[in-house]
C-alpha cells in the first residue's frame, strides 16, 4: 500500500538550543558525516515511500543545502519526490505556525492533492532505522486508523514529553498519558505514526472549524476510543538526540562497534546521504590514531583518541584530541589540546590552546568561531 511521507524538521529545535541556533534540528550533523535528517529519510525511501514533505520553519538554509534535488535518496523526480515546505503562517494569524498540528493545517492542500492511501508522520531528532514496510503492513492487517510506533522500556529523562500508551492484548491503545514517567516502564511514543490520509483530512478539517491547537491532545488522546489506534513497538536502535548532554553520549556510542553494525550494517537498509567528493584522510608521520572514526577529507599530524571527527578536519602537529567531537573543516593549530570538547563546523583553535569540558557538559564552539 503505497503512502506519503511527511517529515517536521524544526520541531524540537528548543531542547538543543546550541546546535540548533542557526539550522533545524534536522540539520544537526551526527555519526561522522550525517545529518539526523538522514535517518527518517533513508527509513522512509527503504519503505518505497517517494513523495516526501518537508516541514521547515527557520534556520533552513542548511537543511536546503544538504538535500539540494534529494538525488541522493533517489527522490529527484518530474512528478512528487522531495518537497520542502517554507515558513506558513499559521491559520489563525500571521505569524508562523508554533506547533506541529498548525504545521499539518499549512499544507493540507498537499496532503489532499496525493493520493496515496496512508501518511506517515515523522520527527527527525533522533538516529534509528525503522522497518516501515512492516508497520504499514501491520496498520493494514489491524485496519487501524492510526498507527503510532512506541518503546518499551524504562523511560529515560529524553523521552518524559512523550505520550505513553496503554494497550491491550491485540496491540490497540485503549489509553495513554500525554507524557512518561521517568524511571517508569513505559511504552512511549517515539514520535512516528501511519494514519489513514482521508481520516487525516478530516481531523486536520475538524481542527480547524473546533480551533483546536494540539496534535498530540486533540488528535491522539481525545479520539483513542473513537478510532482505531494501535501500537507498534520498535526494537531496534534508537539515539535520542534532545540535549547535548545526548548529543555528545550517542556519538560517542558509533565508537562501539554493536552500535555501528546496528545503525549501519544492514545491507537492506542503508543510510543515505549527501554525497561530498572528498579526498581519503592523510595521517602524518606522528598520527596516531585510538578508537575513534575519522571521516573522509580529514588531516592528522597529531594524536586522537576516543573522539569523532567529520570531514574535513586537520589535526595539527602536537595536538592532543581526547572524547571530542569536531564537526565539518575544524581546523587545530599545533600542540592544542582538546578533551570533551564539541566544535560546531568551521571552527579554528589556534596553537597552544588547551580546552576542556566534562562528559555530562562538553565545551562547545558555535559554528564558525574562532579562538
Known amino acids: 500500500m503505497k503512502a506519503l511521507g511527511i517529515i517536521f524538521s524544526n520541531i524540537h529545535n528548543e ?17 561522522g558525516r550525517y545529518r539526523l535528517i538522514d535517518f527518517a529519510l533513508s527509513n522512509i525511501v527503504s519503505a518505497d515511500i517517494v513523495n516526501v ?28 519526490g522531495l518537497v520542502i515546505f517554507p515558513p506558513y503562517g499559521s491559520y489563525k494569524s500571521d505569524t508562523l505556525y508554533s506547533n506541529r498540528l498548525e504545521a499539518l493545517i499549512s499544507i493540507r492542500g498537499y496532503i489532499e492533492k496525493n493520493k496515496e492511501d496512508l501518511v506517515v508522520l515523522m520527527d527527525c531528532d533522533s538516529a534509528n532505522v525503522i522497518d ?39 496491540g490497540r491503545v485503549i489509553k495513554a498519558d500525554l507524557k512518561s514517567k521517568v524511571g517508569k516502564i513505559t511504552n512511549s ?44 513497538e520498535h526494537k531496534g536502535i534508537y539515539l535520542h538526540v534532545n540535549s547535548m548532554e545526548n548529543y555528545f553520549k550517542y ?10 553494525d546496528a545503525l549501519f550494517g544492514d545491507r537492506n537498509h542503508r543510510i543515505y546521504t549527501k554525497v561530498r567528493d572528498s579526498a581519503p584522510t592523510r595521517y602524518g608521520f606522528e598520527a596516531k590514531v585510538e578508537n575513534s572514526f575519522i571521516a573522509d577529507g580529514c588531516e592528522i599530524e597529531g594524536t586522537v583518541i576516543n573522539s569523532a571527527l567529520f570531514r574535513g578536519v586537520k589535526a595539527g602537529k602536537g595536538t592532543v584530541v581526547k572524547n571530542s567531537i569536531l564537526m565539518q ?7 592544542v589540546s582538546l578533551n ?30 574562532m579562538v
Request: hydrophobic share 35%; charged share 25%; proline share 1%.
Open 15 to 31: 531542547t538543543i538550543d546550541e546546535l540548533t541556533r542557526k539550522r533545524t534540528s534536522a540539520s544537526i550533523p551526527f555519526g
Open 53 to 80: 514533505g518537508i516541514l521547515a520553519q527557520k534556520n533552513y538554509q542548511s537543511l536546503m543545502d544538504h538535500l539540494g534535488s534529494g538525488k541522493d535518496w533517489d527522490l529527484s523526480r518530474r512528478n512528487g
Open 132 to 170: 516501515l514496510n512492516d508497520v504499514l503492513e501491520q496498520h493494514v492487517a489491524n485496519q487501524a486508523d492510526i498507527t503510532i510506533i512506541y518503546r518499551h522500556g524504562k523511560c529515560g529523562s529524553d523521552m518524559a514529553s512523550h505520550m505513553d500508551l496503554k494497550m491491550d492484548e491485540t
Open 189 to 232: 511514543s517515539i514520535n512516528v505514526w501511519v494514519i489513514n490520509r482521508r481520516l487525516l483530512q478530516c481531523l486536520l478539517d475538524d481542527a480547524v472549524s473546533q480551533g483546536l491547537e494540539s496534535f498530540h491532545r486533540d488528535i491522539l488522546f481525545n479520539n483513542i476510543k473513537s478510532l482505531k489506534i494501535f501500537g507498534y
Open 251 to 260: 556519538n560517542m556510542a558509533l565508537l562501539e562497534k554493536e552500535n555501528r
Open 329 to 335: 573543516d575544524t581546523i587545530t593549530g599545533t600542540n
Open 340 to 369: 570533551y570538547v564539541v566544535t560546531d563546523k568551521n571552527v579554528t583553535i589556534r596553537d597552544r590552546n588547551v580546552l576542556s569540558g566534562c562528559e555530562k557538559i562538553p565545551y562547545y564552539l558555535g559554528k564558525n568561531t
